[in-house]
């Protein structure tokens, strides 16, 4: 089972970014994804996650009304549609992938992810 999540890059304030989680080993449809971030000298803040069966998606408010989450199940991928990106938003951004169900309450603990791809960078200057 593997994680992959890729699409990061170096962008101005205002500009967007679309970051993929794509998986080998497991179909993503049957689990909650969930975008991670981790900046220099922080630590690891939850994003977004989107549920199994895309029945639900939740978003930090830090980035609500910025960032999309979405699914492609022929692909087999997940995807955060990051727009109006700010200074702040620079991380390395991981997906994970968990087999319970979770809302909005639950999706921000890491420890119920059960799988974690490698995070991609996402530098954004001002």
């Known amino acids: 089972v593997q994680l992959q999540a890729s699409g990061g890059g170096l962008v101005q304030a205002g500009e967007s970014l679309r970051l993929a989680c794509a998986a080998s080993?497991?179909?993503?449809?049957?689990?909650?994804i969930g975008w991670f971030r981790q900046a220099p000298g922080k630590g690891r803040e939850w994003v977004s996650c989107i549920s199994s069966g895309d029945i639900s998606s939740y978003y930090a408010d830090s980035v609500k009304g910025r960032f999309t989450i979405s699914r492609d199940n022929a692909k087999n991928a997940v995807y955060l549609q990051m727009n109006s990106l700010k200074p702040e938003d620079t991380a390395v951004y991981y997906c994970?992938?968990?087999?319970?169900?979770?809302?909005?309450?639950?999706?921000?603990?890491?420890?119920?992810?059960?799988?974690w791809g490698q995070g991609t960078q996402v530098t954004v200057s001002s």
């Open positions: 994970a992938g968990s087999e319970r169900f979770l809302i909005a309450s639950t999706a921000v603990t890491p420890l119920l992810y059960d799988y």
């Open positions: 080993g497991l179909t993503l449809n049957y689990y909650t």
